[in-house]
Structures are given as C-alpha cells and as structure tokens.
C-alpha cells in the first residue's frame, strides 16, 4: 500500500522533467557558428561545441576540451556568432579559461543550431579601442575574482556575475556601434 504514493509522485515528476528540460534550454539565440583560435590562426569549432553542449550546461574553455590548438603559445578565444530571434546577428567572445553558460543560447543541449552560416567573418568588427581596452580590464577583474579564495559571503559571485554582465554589454556597445555608426 505504501508504494502506491511513492509510485504516483514518480510518475508525476518523470512527467514534469521533459517541461524542465525544454524550459532549461530556452535562450535568446540561436547559434549560426563558432570559431576557435586567434585573429591570425582559428578554426571552425561549431560541431565540436555542439559535442560539449550536449553534455554540458556549462564549462570552462581550454585546448584540451576544444580539441585543438590551432596558435600555440597564445591566449585563444571561442567567437560563437549568433541570431536574436528578431534577425540581428551578434558575436559572443569567451577568453581560454572562462566559464561558458549555454543559457544564451536556444537548443543548447539539444545541439540543434550551427546548421547556417554566420554572415561575417572573424574580424567582422571595426575597432573599437576603448570598448576592447574596457573588456581587457574587465576580464583581467575576472580573472583575479575567479582566483580568490572563499566566496566572502556570495558578494564574490555576485561581482563575477556583474563584471560578466559588464563584458557582454560592452561587446553589445561593440556590435551597436558596428552597425549604426558609418
């Protein structure tokens, strides 16, 4: 008699775990490709990600997960190019070591995207000094708040997230720019 409650309360979360799953991977683009490397030496990465994606939410970027070293010696980075729902495309950098969180992105996990082209190319970008110079030291602040010890309460966390959130408005800053300024 007692293992028809627990039966039941199975059966209703088995039921609810696909809406969660679908839920999870509800992002604001849509992965057209990604590039792995430098500005000199990268290489197309977009089946390899969508590997990593399947089986991860998120990860921290290197080489050895990448699968290649396409500029030895050099600092790397991941360019995902991506559509917004409403057409506008965007460019997403991830510098080697960081955390990549696939919840931008729609279909994360299921790897159903990088299937059309991105309609630039690596240095599709004008220069923008300032804005690339405020995003250098920002990820330099990241970096120096992911090598500190203890969390110091969830503000250390907390600051990550902003300098994270500071670095993709100054990318958006970037590609705004890129197209409304001539």
């Known amino acids: 008699m007692r293992r028809i409650p627990f039966i039941l309360a199975s059966l209703i979360v088995l039921a609810l775990v696909p809406g969660v799953l679908v839920a999870q991977d509800q992002g604001r683009y849509s992965i057209l490709s990604a590039q792995y490397g430098t500005g000199e030496h990268h290489v197309d990465v977009t089946d390899r990600l969508r590997d990593i994606a399947r089986s991860d939410r998120s990860f921290r ?29 965007r460019m997403f950098e991830y510098r080697e070591g960081q955390i990549i969180d696939g919840a931008l992105f729609t279909g994360w996990s299921r790897g159903d995207w990088g299937r059309s082209g991105w309609s630039g190319h690596w240095d599709a970008a004008r220069s923008q000094p300032n804005m690339e110079a405020a995003i250098e030291h920002l990820r330099a602040a990241q970096d120096s708040l992911q090598d500190a010890s203890s969390d110091k309460g969830g503000h ?27």
């Not at 030895?72 to 559509?83: C, E, F, H, N, S």
């Not at 990550?160 to 720019?177: D, K, N, R, S």
């Open 61 to 89: 970027l290197d080489n050895r997960l990448m699968g290649v070293d396409p500029d030895r010696g050099r600092v790397k980075v991941l360019r995902i190019y991506a559509r917004e729902r409403d057409g506008d495309e």
């Open 156 to 182: 250390r966390l907390r600051a990550l997230q902003l300098v994270q959130q500071a670095i993709q408005e100054a990318q958006e800053g970037i590609e705004y720019a890129n197209n409304h300024e001539r």
